[in-house]
């Protein structure tokens, strides 16, 4: 599954302030312009803004079809000459002054009446106190109106925890989600940093990146990912809400060549692996959201690799687990992961489809707050074998597993569905889970479906992992244009689970005790009213 890339970016991965493209066809300041005979008089400066010339404030450009915002910076490049804003304008005075006295039987324009506030867009609407029509106060800044202006950038500071007691920061009621950097290579780096530029994100919970703080420091030069910072911890308990936070893994310099597969890459991506597992299994991180890595690179004779699933599913000491991608639209669960195709007959078995099932109902209930999941299970073979004319599994494997789960463990489960007509009649909307027979079966569909925004769960673990829905795409990485859609997405699914695991706990803790204190409550408040 690591091997599937994000779907691209329009954006282009930058900040759409300051996408270059959308200055193509703008009129560039220049000094020789001397037509503002017809200029609005609403484009010039207003006096109160003017004391503020140091600040980088947006002012509206010539009147056209289409308004669109410039900034004006504290000076400008003009002719290659660095010119003041207020020099700028009175030159241009004294050039239109010099034009009329040289034509002075010419017709002077009078300059058009500004349109009534009313008349005018809401974008372009203009606050008391400021003549310009298309200020708008909630934006930060706009674009530049040339390319060879320089760009205001916000510059984060990152900080280094040195607290010499060790003493825990109160968190409150955020959790702390452990988040395994990933193949340095790929792109994994990119969706967590671009995941973090919103503030609001490590607002809803604790991130720690486990990893390498000149790993990140690497991406974020080489891909202009400036309005981020972080900071540097040693211990988990030193991590601190509202930012990102660096947990380092080694401290050796590593060489960092984006899009390119290195098997040195797969050391550092496992190294990271084991360390937050380890967290996450003695409690210092609540869960763990994983980075792709390109799993050859990671995996070794000595401590074979088959993914991040069945690595967890070990280490956790579980005896089973399920892989289900997770989206708004579908959830798909497999019986068999990472094997090939000439595998996959003999690894079904109706025991192995029945404790699929239950993993994937108790999953549903505790994880997903679903009640009474419904969860249709898919054949093996095209039309569901054709009453045995194309194969037996279905007859001799799958229906029985499903008559059992639904008579002897009370589960709704139907099926067998043959996976064309199931998915391509859209009746996956009318269940709550699917169970496929093998890998590609059920991500072929769900990627279809949900690609760029589902989510990887590993279900039937006392921990919580999650991951986005993609690969290392080294085809894309470096280039800014990796969507962070799925990575954000899995983040939100880690609190989620958290939160939805807190409640099914809670409301089933002592529950006939809980009944009876209602009951005994009851009770009394009626004898009392009986007496009185």
């Not at 990152?158 to 988040?179: A, K, M, P, Q, S």
């Not at 869960?287 to 004779?301: R, S």
């Not at 589960?411 to 889970?433: I, N, Q, R, T, W």
């Amino acid at each position: 599954m690591e091997e599937n890339k994000p779907h691209n970016d329009k954006s282009g991965g930058k900040h759409k302030h300051f996408n270059k493209n959308r200055n193509k066809n703008r009129p560039h300041s220049n000094q020789n312009d001397k037509n503002t005979d017809n200029q609005d008089p609403s484009t010039e400066t207003n006096e109160e803004f003017s004391e503020s010339i140091n600040e980088i404030t947006p002012i509206a450009e010539k009147e056209n079809p289409t308004p669109k915002k410039v900034i004006v910076l504290p000076s400008k490049l003009v002719e290659n000459k660095l010119v003041d804003k207020d020099d700028k304008t009175a030159n241009q005075q004294k050039e239109n002054n010099q034009d009329k006295k040289a034509n002075p039987k010419q017709k002077q324009n009078n300059p058009p009446k500004p349109n009534k506030q009313n008349d005018r867009p809401k974008s372009q609407m203009s606050i008391p106190g400021d003549s310009r029509p298309d200020y708008d106060p909630n934006e930060k800044w706009a674009v530049a109106n040339t390319d060879n202006e320089p760009k205001p950038e916000e510059i984060a500071e990152d900080t280094t925890d040195n607290n010499e007691n060790n003493e825990v920061i109160d968190i409150g009621n955020l959790v702390r989600i452990g988040i395994t950097i990933g193949d340095l290579n790929g792109v994994g780096i990119e969706v967590i940093l671009k995941t973090f530029t919103d503030p609001r994100v490590a607002k809803l919970c604790v991130p720690i990146v486990y990893g390498s703080a000149k790993a990140l420091a690497h991406h974020r030069k080489a891909l202009n990912i400036n309005q981020i910072g972080y900071n540097i911890i040693e211990q988990t308990n030193r991590a601190r809400p509202g930012t990102l936070n660096v947990l380092n893994c080694w401290d050796e310099d590593v060489t960092i060549d984006l899009g390119q597969s290195n098997k040195k890459m797969g050391h550092y991506a496992f190294k990271a692996l084991e360390i937050a597992t380890q967290d996450l299994l003695k409690g210092k991180i609540d869960a763990l959201v994983t980075a792709p890595v390109n799993k050859n690179l990671v995996n070794n004779d000595d401590a074979p690799f088959k993914g991040h699933t069945e690595y967890l599913t070990e280490q956790s000491k579980a005896t089973e687990s399920v892989m289900l991608l997770v989206s708004d639209k579908l959830k798909v669960g497999l019986v068999t992961n990472h094997i090939p195709i000439k595998d996959v007959a003999r690894n079904i078995t109706p025991a192995a489809i029945v404790q699929k099932l239950r993993i994937m109902d108790h999953s549903l209930r505790k994880d997903f707050g679903i009640l009474r999941p419904r969860i249709a299970v898919l054949a093996l073979n095209p039309h569901a074998g054709d009453d045995g004319l194309i194969g037996i599994e279905e007859q001799a494997t799958i229906s029985p597993a499903i008559e059992h789960a639904r008579r002897q463990e009370n589960m709704l489960v139907f099926g067998p569905f043959p996976a064309d007509g199931f998915f391509g009649s859209h009746l996956y909307a009318e269940f709550d889970a699917v169970l496929a027979m093998y890998h590609d079966q059920g991500l072929v569909p769900f990627k279809a479906l949900s690609f760029g925004h589902g989510v990887n769960f590993t279900a039937g673990l006392p921990i919580v992992r999650t991951s986005p829905d993609h690969g290392t795409a080294y085809d894309i990485a470096g280039k800014g244009i990796a969507s962070e859609e799925s990575f954000r997405t899995a983040i939100f699914m880690a609190i989620d689970v958290l939160k939805n695991r807190q409640l099914y706990n809670e409301l089933r803790s002592n529950p006939l005790r809980k009944l009876s204190n209602n009951v005994r409550e009851l009770a009394t408040a009626e004898d009392e009213a009986i007496e009185d």
